[in-house]
């Protein structure tokens, strides 16, 4: 198994040439006062430090060891309480924290790169700095000034973590019909109760208090989302003075066995008349932990790209080093029995495929970060609200289609290793059972693309999607005369024409047709995530290019080889999602229950 190596690389490419990540900070005056270009490169230099040498080498271990539960007590693998405390010692969950309680201010487009360096490197513990970070952002979005003096700055610090109770055991996708009950105190608390399952390091030992932020419902709540409510519910009550004070009703009741990501907790927890804190509003709960899960659904997304990324640099490693046949063309090097695998154009197609999946998708999930940042920190009004809609059309894309290909790329590397991929020895067979989840928890992937095509696009009648398409146009025409960019702009310009065609076709048969957006939801969130990467591709080209002739290193032609390969062989996939999409739901829906 190579050592995972942080792309840091490839991250500065992306932050300062792709996307002039400098300009856009500079010009959002809050970002600017705590981050500039030489901060930024530290940051990342540090964070690439502690993903290779603290979180990479524990990765294996913490799959092989698990978790252990004992009488309401969780133990994490070996070393990742000391890996823990370094996090703690850096400061990193609160990177992209409120400074006014102890974070550090810093922009998303940085945070994200960050969080790709933590998930490649070890997913099942970079979950526990991840969902701090999403309770931190819903708690200081819309907690009391008391909540959040009291809590956010040792959640920052990560002396506390956090937790997201949502799931219960009749209750996954339809968080409307949950049974948790909050009963009101005189003063002011509620008494939590309820059961709520697949609670991610809800019950942990790398922490000296665990914040949960759960879900339930107030007594005579209306039926349905709009009666949800959310609660902070802490591990060990908290005193006036900070301190910690008695251990709250609540416990965990067991750890689930799982197929990945073992290195991490997955808890039952029973709340027993459980001491707890309205966050935000009563009945408006749901609005509120949606902060949270539209920040951990770009995480999730993130961390598809970071295990596709482990698994491109093993497999890279290995096509140059396994040797077996020889080159379609002849022998490459006759010296040796053998010619290295990454002669054959099929291994070369299953790296390509991986190469264009993970930089399109790192470029894909900064540039989504880039409308994060804008929509949080801009001043002007109408700036900050172009931002908030492309942060709703392409929060789903981001978290569904990069973990969807994430998984593709993990099985495509596995694949590279034969033989050699399905053995534990190389590594290869865990990240597929580790970037399996990505797909599922943080609503599944259908769900994301039901929140696409029904309440971003057809629920907006194409005004969100049309912020897209303009950003795109904008693009086509202020590139229209640079010569290097012509082997790009046509085949985009007809892919974003595809995805018009198809969005207004779908549009028009939700009209009468109930099933149509369920019908076309999925292939329409991959036709939209293919011309999107094609679109990361063309600003990828458009950056290269200038360097690619004079390159030496291969770091800039690379990029313009895996430009050309991304348009002629992973974008015309949206011709045939295209095709299946306009076939309409008939058939899906023909079948009786008996027929299946
Ligand atoms: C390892 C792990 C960690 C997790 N961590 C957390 C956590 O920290 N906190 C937390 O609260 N939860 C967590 N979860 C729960 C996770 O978010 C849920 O499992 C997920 O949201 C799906 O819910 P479900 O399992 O009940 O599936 P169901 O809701 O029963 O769905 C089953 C299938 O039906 C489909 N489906 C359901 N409704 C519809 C619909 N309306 N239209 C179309 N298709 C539909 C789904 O897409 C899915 O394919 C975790 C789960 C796991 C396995």
Redesign the pocket.
Known sequence: MADYQAPLRDMRFVLNEVFDAPALWASLPKVAEHVDPETADAILEEAGKISSGVLAPLNREGDEQGCKWNDGEVTSPDGFKEAYQTIVEGGWNGLGGNPDFGGMGMPKTLVAQFEEMMQGANMAFG?APM?TAGACLALDAHGSDDLKEKYLPNMYSGVWSG?????EPH????LGIIRTKAEPNEDGSFNVTGT???????EHDMAENIIHLVLAKLPDAPKGPKGISLFLVPKFLVNDDGSLGERNSFSCGSI?K?MG?KG?A?CVMNFDGAKGWLVGEENKGLAAMFTMMNYERLGVGIQGIGAAEASLQSAREYALDRIQSRAPTGAQQPEKAADPILVHPDVRRMLLTMKGYVEGGRAFSTYVAQWLDISKYAEDDERRKHAEGMVALLTPVAKAFLTDRGLDACIMGQQVFGGHGFIREWGQEQLVRDCR?TQ????????QA?DLMGRKVVGTRGKLYELFAQDVANFLEESSGNEHLRPFLEPLAAAVERLDDVTEHVIKQAGDNPNAI?AASVDYLDLFGLTALGYMWAKIAKAAAPQAEADTSGFYSGKMKTARFYYDRLLPKTVSLAEGIRSGSDSMMALTAEEF
């Open positions: 979950l969902l937790a997201m109770d949502l799931t209750a996954g996708t339809d709520k399952i697949f609670i991610t390091w809800g689930e799982k990501i991490s997955t989840i599922i928890y943080e609503g599944t992937n259908g769900i039901l369920g």
